[in-house]
């Protein structure tokens, strides 16, 4: 069975610093697909950042980066320059490559962005 | 663009009572879910669906039904509430499947049901 684990349920971090969230994993598949989720206080949760399992290269969108480790199962993100917009939960979630429906998310992280 | 729009918003239900969240999408996708987030935890897969007529369980599918006669339309079905339901729903759309690497859910605002 596939699971995603988030061991920190809460982070902070001053505006303008780089903080890096967890996230590990476990599938038998050798295809699969990695995310990162944002859900803000308005409660809409939208896609951050995607990983292919089969590309080496880390996923970058702007001021967020992915540092995938795919022998250790691990799948962190890190965000720069943190704005007081990025507070939100963050959520990690995998998806096995071919599966339609089930995509498996982690029990998130709540992120803090401090002036 | 409207994107996904889920009603009610907020409900409160007693115990053996039924209702039915509303879904529907503008974006002309294939795919829709219903997960479930309970506090502290991650989001559970109730239900889905890969096109109008044809629907499949998720992680979590007992004591809901749904339905999808139309692409936008995918309500989901509460049969006799239980407390252990409370929780908070979420209707996502993608276009394509997310086992193929390039889709991306889009989420409703959720729907906040409390069964007392």
Avoid at chain 1, 63 to 74: D, E, I, L, M, P
Avoid at chain 2, 2 to 28: E, H, W, Y
Avoid at chain 2, 42 to 65: H, M
Avoid at chain 2, 78 to 86: D, F, G, I, V, Y
Wanted: net charge neutral.
């Amino acid at each position: 069975a596939q699971t995603v684990t988030q061991s920190q349920p809460e982070m902070s971090v001053q505006e303008a610093e780089t903080v890096t969230l967890s996230c590990t994993y476990d599938t038998s598949e050798n295809n699969y697909y990695l995310f990162w989720y944002k859900q803000p206080p308005s409660r809409q949760m939208i896609l951050v950042i995607r990983q292919e399992a089969y590309k080496q290269q880390n996923a970058t969108e702007n001021r967020f980066s992915v540092n995938f480790q795919k022998a250790a199962k691990s799948f962190s993100l890190k965000i720069s320059d943190s704005q007081l917009g990025d507070t939100a939960m963050y959520f990690c979630a995998l998806i096995d490559g071919g599966s339609q429906g089930n995509l498996i998310f982690g029990k998130g992280t709540k992120l803090s962005v401090k002036p | 663009n409207a994107g996904v729009t889920q009603t009610p918003k907020f409900r409160i239900l007693k115990i053996g009572q039924s209702m039915t969240l509303q879904c529907a999408q503008d974006m002309n996708h294939n795919y829709m879910y219903w997960y479930r987030q309970d506090p502290g935890m991650g989001l559970k897969l109730i239900y889905y669906s890969v096109g109008a007529g044809i629907t499949d369980k998720g992680e979590v599918p007992n004591g809901y039904n749904v339905s999808r006669s139309t692409t936008e339309d995918f309500p989901l079905r509460l049969e006799l509430a239980a407390p252990s339901q409370t929780s908070v729903y979420f209707c996502a759309s993608s276009y394509s499947s997310l086992g193929a690497g390039s889709g991306e859910l889009f989420f409703g605002e959720g729907s906040r049901l409390t069964v007392l």
